[in-house]
């Protein structure tokens, strides 16, 4: 068990990046001239004010948390799968043709929602494949494979929008037509305009993963491959097969966040409808060196600053940019993995990686 | 040769230069053993800061043009050397994991850049104009293409010269080959690593800073969100790749990357017309062009694809072929080296 002295320390070593990363961005606020306590209190009411702000939230949480969850499945394979937001965008495809094109009747609407559902499930593991093949087989860096990637899907989806599923009237490169309401996935009440089924998939998801990475043995051979590629292969350890599996599932629950994005975001497709989310993601996992258990709570947090970011614009004494908010969560993730490294100096009998300690308690019984 | 030609494959040299100053700086950073992955946030956070001061230089009237640009100039280097530096001492002396620090400040860099650029976009600010070189522009066919251009164009020529003299004909640049090898070796004989890597770390990323206000000065004057650059930074990585880690391949690679983007951006314009007779197909398609370029030559250079392809070859000219074609990169590039 942890000493109560490590556990301060642990504690100390999470707020002091936090409180720094709070003062430079209040810093930056006043060099743009604006008060930092009113940025909070925007941020704050952007998010919270009511139940339809709070639906907005967890409209940001219902993806990030997504694609975080596979995130952490790549990263346990020691796998940087920048490529999550192309996966996205490769979901938000598919999802985009299935609710053009399968026009099944009203009656049918559930039915319909979880074949578009599936449809994007396989449009984000096929480009994660993508990845995975050059990778794995052609020794293309994942980094790369990833970013060549999510461009090539973006520039897909801006040919698709103007060009074969332009609107009728004005076509613009600004997005299709609205999808028919079938197609659609329903809002819980006007007041909180969230899809349930979707907050049930991501616990569903979070659940199965959970047990998948920690009591079975794919989870091992995952862990084995990312710790240590060669001796996992010596072991016998099919890394191939562990990698690309790895991918696969990240692209599945990154393709899901994409068709969430279309077919309830925005209701139709647009450029770039990933908005990010998948890079979020990767500082989600970042901040928390790979632990699956706090996910739903930080991308809940990165939801709330998301969401609250857009009043920054409209607030008439702020008017500042929304990107304040990527400022604030790339400071805080970056402050985080440095103080790691500064508590490491301090205490060096805590050297070992924090993911160690946690998957060593909870080590699959064989 | 057709005036026209001679004009096209000059501005191509021009808009390639960001990536040519961004590749070779990271070139060296990496030959060091240090990867930079910021390039992307990092270009467009210097160049946004670096047109921000000449601009504010040009408002207050202070300082004369040439000044505002040098002014310019120095910020974007100090931004990028200083985002270099975190992700060096991050590795260094905080132990951390090069790519993660790097990956983070790519996104943060890019989204303070669009923060603190709010109120400079789609303003007019000084430039960096042409200086068309005395007797060398004057040459046949080489003058129009290399010599007409400005002043970041020649100095990039310089530091490819510089920079692949000093790591293949110089002891200091043999400790720099060395530390990203084989830094305990280099180590054992006396080598500063943790020193060099620091030094060679800032060094690389002035030169990516110097690249980002390239942009915001020259190549795509003032600043716009998204950054006009966008997407060149990875590309920027990626061509350090192709380009095995050698300034001339790099600087190569760079080039081909330009020549791409410009023909495919003069097709979106003007059209595509074959013997006289226009050819249609959706032209936003061409937009994929340099990233399927950029696949295509990291499956060349890197893959366990090229290594079967010369098995096919004969044995006489396999050799000499895998060394035009694979590239690979420096043994610790990415790690960390523990003094014992």
């Known amino acids: ?366 | 040769m057709n005036e026209e030609f001679l004009n096209t494959l000059g501005s191509i040299i021009g808009t390639a230069t960001p990536l040519v100053i961004a590749s070779l700086g990271e070139t060296i950073t990496e030959r060091a053993g240090v990867v930079n992955l910021s390039l992307d946030g990092s270009l467009a956070l210097a160049a946004v800061l670096g047109f921000a001061a000449a601009w504010t230089a040009q408002e207050a009237g202070v300082l004369d043009v040439p000044m505002q640009i040098a002014l310019g100039i120095v910020v974007a280097m100090l931004v990028g050397a200083l985002i270099a530096l975190l992700i060096g001492f991050s590795s260094i002396k905080l132990r951390r994991d090069q790519v993660a620090v790097g990956f983070v400040l790519t996104l943060l860099a890019a989204d303070l850049a669009r923060f603190l650029g709010a109120d400079f976009t789609r303003i007019p600010g000084p430039q960096i104009t042409r200086f068309a070189l005395p007797v060398l522009s004057d040459l046949p066919i080489l003058g129009p293409i290399f010599f007409q251009q400005n002043v970041l164009v020649y100095f990039s020529y310089i530091l490819m010269f510089v920079i692949w003299f000093w790591l293949f004909r110089t002891k200091g640049g043999l400790s720099l080959r060395a530390i990203g090898e084989r830094p305990e070796a280099a180590y054992a004989r006396g080598a500063k690593v943790q020193q060099l890597r620091y030094w060679y770390t800032f060094l690389g990323g002035a030169l990516v800073g110097l690249a980002g206000v390239a942009y915001s000065l020259n190549v795509k004057p003032g600043w716009s969100s998204p950054p006009a650059m966008q997407g060149d930074g990875w590309i920027a990585l990626a061509i350090v790749i192709f380009g095995g880690w050698h300034p001339f391949r790099v600087v190569l690679g760079a080039w081909l990357f330009a020549a791409l983007r410009a023909v495919s951006s003069n097709i979106q314009t003007n059209g595509l017309f074959i013997f006289g007779q226009e050819i249609n197909f959706p032209f936003v398609l061409l937009n994929t062009l340099p990233w399927l370029l950029m696949i295509l030559t990291l499956l060349i250079v890197s893959g366990g694809f090229t290594e079967r392809l010369l098995q096919y070859m004969p044995r006489a000219v396999q050799h000499r072929m895998r060394a035009f074609l694979r590239s690979d990169p420096p043994k610790a590039l990415g790690t960390r080296f523990e003094m014992e």
């Open chain 1, 1 to 366: 068990m942890k000493d109560t002295k490590s556990l301060a320390t642990q504690i100390a070593f999470l707020l002091i990046p936090v409180a720094i990363s709070l003062a430079v961005a209040a810093i930056l606020v006043t060099a743009v001239g604006r008060d930092p306590l009113e940025v909070v209190d925007a941020l704050w009411k952007g998010a919270f004010k009511d139940s339809r702000k709070l639906g907005g939230v967890v409209n940001f949480w219902i993806p990030l948390t997504l694609v975080s969850i596979g995130l952490v499945v790549t990263f346990r394979a020691g796998l940087w799968n920048i490529g999550v937001e192309g996966q996205m965008m490769m979901g938000a495809l598919f999802a985009s043709w299935g609710a053009q094109y399968l026009l099944w009747d009203a009656s049918m609407s559930p039915l319909l929602n979880l074949a578009l559902i599936a449809l994007s499930a396989l449009g984000g593991m096929f480009w994660a494949f993508v990845v995975g093949l050059l990778k794995i087989r052609l020794g293309v860096n994942e980094i790369f494979g990833g970013v060549a990637l999510n461009a090539l899907v973006n520039v897909i989806s801006i040919y698709m929008i103007s060009g074969p599923w332009q609107p009728r009237i004005g076509g613009s490169a600004q997005g299709t037509e609205p999808f028919p309401v079938p197609a659609l996935l329903p809002e819980f009440s006007k007041t909180f305009p969230v899809n349930i089924f979707m907050i049930l998939l991501v616990f569903a998801a979070f659940i199965v993963v959970m047990i998948m990475l920690n009591a079975t043995r794919w989870g091992l051979n995952l862990k084995a491959v990312g710790k240590n590629m060669r001796s996992a292969l010596l072991l016998g350890v099919a890394t191939e097969r562990a990698s690309m599996s790895a991918f696969l599932v990240c692209g599945a629950l990154a393709g899901i966040a994409g068709s969430y994005r279309v077919l309830f975001t925005f209701d139709n497709l647009r450029p770039l409808a990933s908005g990010g989310i998948g890079f979020l993601g990767l500082l989600v996992v970042l901040l928390l060196s790979i632990r699956l258990l706090w996910v739903p709570l930080i991308t809940f947090a990165f939801a709330a600053i998301l969401t609250g970011s857009t009043r920054l614009q409209i607030a008439p004494s702020l008017k500042l940019d929304s990107s304040l908010a990527g400022v604030l969560q790339g400071m805080l993730v970056l402050f985080v993995i440095l103080f790691q490294g500064v508590r490491e100096i301090f205490f060096p009998q805590r050297a070992v990686d924090a993911e160690d300690i946690e998957t060593n308690e909870n080590r699959p019984n064989e």
